[in-house]
């Protein structure tokens, strides 16, 4: 199912003359990670070391490679150009070509006029089949380039859902190819038009309108909760590609002045029970944009983003709300 690109990652990493190499990996592909060492040290005579710390992504360089490895190869996800990993980290996207020729009827009947077409890297290469299906079928396909933290047409991060912005105003819709839920809600939200996703891996069509509302009411209830707050903890992540220091410093500004008091707390695992021995009455995190969302039930206290800050200070309304998302001009680093 997976093509991990061999080839390309023994002549990179012989290329770099490097006499130990790092693998780092998601979840997803670690039961991988032992035969893909082996071959590789085959392949170019070098020593493997795996790297068994969870990956979420690109913005999670493991940045202490260079105590035990000449260089890092990070297999499952794209580079982020605007983070520059530096020249001894090569990114693998490993590329999923799967067969949804069953799923597309069924989005069809819930696809509306134009329809932009997004996906994560894994499924890229499945963008021009769809098309192609989508505009045989009468519709016009649209497809949209991110900014600097994206590589791919049509690629989207779920902290950065810029590929939408040139289909603004000319998608009616939208077809997402991919697991997962978090990066086509963000679409949702964003837009406030239809989206459909097709799921390769659970081989599933569905629409997001519901969960759209759920969560937005969700948030809703966080800001309401948070507006009472006096002493909020902001939270910066250390993971290279998440960091974001200078938004957390402007975030403190505009709290104290508007009568809050703020910390600023770094860590690289966000849980729980990390912020336990922390006095507040609310967190906001600046790290990755899922956070907030898909642990917010784990935290005791509400967990806001910073778009949502600014609601809770009435520096912006209700109607103005979105996720969060990191852009290729803030892409950590801060
Ligand atoms: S910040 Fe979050 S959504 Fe963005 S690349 Fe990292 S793990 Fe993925």
Redesign the pocket.
């Known amino acids: 199912m997976y093509d991990f690109r061999l080839d390309e990652v023994s002549r990179w990493i012989m290329g770099k003359g490097a006499r130990t190499f790092a693998l780092q990996m998601p979840e997803g592909l670690k039961s991988h990670a032992q035969e893909l060492g082996r071959e590789l040290e085959e392949r170019t005579g070098g020593k493997c070391v795996l790297i068994a710390d969870p990956c979420?992504?690109?913005?999670?360089v493991d940045q202490s490679f260079t105590d035990y490895a000449d260089v890092l190869v990070q297999f499952g996800?794209a580079d982020?150009p605007s983070m520059q990993a530096g020249p001894d980290v090569l990114f693998v996207e490993v590329f999923m070509d799967m067969d949804i020729s069953s799923l597309l009827p069924r989005a069809l009947p819930l696809l509306k006029g134009s329809v932009g077409v997004l996906t994560t890297v894994q499924h890229v290469r499945m963008i021009p089949s769809v098309v192609k299906w989508l505009e045989s079928n009468g519709h016009t396909a649209l497809v949209g380039k991110g900014d600097s933290r994206i590589v791919f047409e049509g690629q989207v991060?779920?902290?950065?859902i810029s590929a939408v912005e040139p289909l603004k105003g000319r998608a009616d819709s939208f077809l997402y190819i991919g697991s997962g839920d978090?990066h086509p809600l963000s679409v949702a939200i964003e837009t406030d038009r239809p989206v459909v996703v097709i799921d390769p891996l659970m081989q599933e069509v569905r629409e997001l309108s519901e969960l759209r509302e759920r969560i937005l009411r969700q948030r809703h209830g966080a800001i309401v909760r948070a507006s009472e707050a006096k002493r909020f903890v902001i939270l910066v992540s250390t993971?290279v590609?998440?960091r974001r220091l200078g938004m957390a410093w402007d975030l403190r500004r505009m709290l104290e002045e508007n009568g809050r008091s703020a910390d600023v707390i770094v860590l690289e695992e966000f849980h729980p029970d990390r912020l336990l021995p922390f006095d507040a009455d609310a967190f906001v995190s600046t790290?990755?944009?899922?956070?907030a969302i898909d642990d917010y039930l784990r935290y005791p206290k509400p967990l806001l983003t910073p778009v949502e800050v600014e609601i809770v200070l009435g520096l912006r309304s209700w109607d103005d709300y979105r996720l969060d998302s990191?852009t290729g001009e803030a892409s950590g680093q801060e």
């Open positions: 979420y992504g690109a913005c999670d996800h982020i991060l779920g902290c950065n978090f993971k590609g998440q790290a990755c944009p899922r956070i990191i």
